[in-house]
Nanobody, 111 residues
Protein backbone atom coordinates (compact mmCIF):
# COMPACT_ATOMS: atom_id res chain seq x y z
CA UNK A 1 0.00 0.00 0.00
CA UNK A 2 1.53 3.27 -1.16
CA UNK A 3 1.28 6.16 1.24
CA UNK A 4 2.60 9.71 0.92
CA UNK A 5 2.54 11.99 3.93
CA UNK A 6 3.31 15.69 3.66
CA UNK A 7 4.33 17.83 6.61
CA UNK A 8 5.92 21.15 7.39
CA UNK A 9 3.18 23.56 6.42
CA UNK A 10 2.03 26.41 8.58
CA UNK A 11 1.61 30.13 8.91
CA UNK A 12 4.54 32.25 7.79
CA UNK A 13 5.02 35.96 7.24
CA UNK A 14 5.78 37.36 3.80
CA UNK A 15 9.47 36.94 3.06
CA UNK A 16 9.70 33.88 5.27
CA UNK A 17 10.66 30.33 4.49
CA UNK A 18 9.32 26.85 5.05
CA UNK A 19 10.55 23.38 4.25
CA UNK A 20 7.90 20.85 3.34
CA UNK A 21 8.53 17.14 3.59
CA UNK A 22 6.93 14.23 1.80
CA UNK A 23 7.62 10.82 3.29
CA UNK A 24 6.72 7.77 1.24
CA UNK A 25 6.01 4.20 2.22
CA UNK A 26 5.03 1.16 0.22
CA UNK A 27 7.37 1.93 -2.67
CA UNK A 28 11.05 1.62 -3.39
CA UNK A 29 11.43 5.35 -3.05
CA UNK A 30 14.73 5.70 -4.89
CA UNK A 31 13.14 4.31 -8.06
CA UNK A 32 10.55 7.05 -8.39
CA UNK A 33 10.38 10.65 -9.41
CA UNK A 34 8.47 12.80 -6.94
CA UNK A 35 6.27 15.71 -7.88
CA UNK A 36 5.00 18.71 -5.98
CA UNK A 37 1.78 20.58 -6.70
CA UNK A 38 -0.23 23.24 -4.95
CA UNK A 39 -3.83 24.32 -4.95
CA UNK A 40 -4.89 27.76 -3.81
CA UNK A 41 -8.46 28.42 -2.69
CA UNK A 42 -10.78 28.53 -5.67
CA UNK A 43 -8.03 27.69 -8.14
CA UNK A 44 -6.90 24.63 -10.05
CA UNK A 45 -4.02 22.50 -8.92
CA UNK A 46 -0.70 23.90 -10.11
CA UNK A 47 2.57 22.07 -10.72
CA UNK A 48 5.45 23.51 -8.68
CA UNK A 49 8.16 21.06 -9.60
CA UNK A 50 9.54 17.58 -9.44
CA UNK A 51 12.69 15.67 -8.70
CA UNK A 52 13.78 12.76 -10.82
CA UNK A 53 15.28 9.51 -9.61
CA UNK A 54 18.80 10.74 -10.16
CA UNK A 55 18.18 13.99 -8.30
CA UNK A 56 17.69 16.34 -11.23
CA UNK A 57 14.94 18.84 -10.59
CA UNK A 58 12.50 20.72 -12.76
CA UNK A 59 10.57 23.76 -11.60
CA UNK A 60 8.42 26.25 -13.47
CA UNK A 61 9.80 29.72 -14.09
CA UNK A 62 7.20 31.15 -11.72
CA UNK A 63 8.90 29.63 -8.65
CA UNK A 64 12.35 28.38 -9.63
CA UNK A 65 14.11 31.40 -8.16
CA UNK A 66 12.49 30.84 -4.76
CA UNK A 67 11.73 27.12 -4.44
CA UNK A 68 14.08 24.16 -4.43
CA UNK A 69 13.43 20.44 -4.36
CA UNK A 70 15.64 17.76 -2.89
CA UNK A 71 15.38 14.17 -1.77
CA UNK A 72 16.90 11.85 0.79
CA UNK A 73 16.48 8.30 -0.42
CA UNK A 74 17.70 6.88 2.87
CA UNK A 75 14.75 8.57 4.58
CA UNK A 76 12.24 7.93 1.78
CA UNK A 77 11.59 11.65 1.84
CA UNK A 78 11.37 14.45 -0.67
CA UNK A 79 11.60 18.10 0.33
CA UNK A 80 10.25 21.34 -1.05
CA UNK A 81 12.09 24.38 0.25
CA UNK A 82 10.02 27.54 -0.02
CA UNK A 83 11.88 30.84 0.27
CA UNK A 84 10.89 34.48 0.08
CA UNK A 85 7.24 33.55 0.37
CA UNK A 86 4.49 35.89 -0.76
CA UNK A 87 0.76 35.79 0.01
CA UNK A 88 0.12 34.32 -3.44
CA UNK A 89 1.98 31.19 -2.34
CA UNK A 90 -0.83 30.41 0.08
CA UNK A 91 -2.14 26.99 -0.89
CA UNK A 92 -2.34 23.36 0.04
CA UNK A 93 0.85 21.70 -1.14
CA UNK A 94 0.77 18.10 -2.32
CA UNK A 95 3.38 15.56 -3.28
CA UNK A 96 2.72 12.77 -5.73
CA UNK A 97 4.23 9.87 -7.58
CA UNK A 98 2.88 7.36 -10.08
CA UNK A 99 -0.67 8.51 -9.55
CA UNK A 100 -0.50 8.44 -5.77
CA UNK A 101 -1.09 11.64 -3.82
CA UNK A 102 -0.60 12.73 -0.27
CA UNK A 103 -3.24 14.50 1.78
CA UNK A 104 -1.53 17.85 1.45
CA UNK A 105 -0.11 20.39 3.88
CA UNK A 106 -1.42 23.92 4.16
CA UNK A 107 0.90 26.87 3.72
CA UNK A 108 -0.49 30.27 4.68
CA UNK A 109 1.54 33.37 3.96
CA UNK A 110 0.19 36.33 5.86
CA UNK A 111 1.28 39.16 8.09
Amino acid sequence: QVQLVESGGGLVQPGGSLRLSCTASGILFSNYAMGWYRQAPGQEREWVGDILRGGNTRLPNSVKDRFTISRDNAKNTAYLQLNNLVPEDTAVYYCCTEGYWGQGTLVTVSS
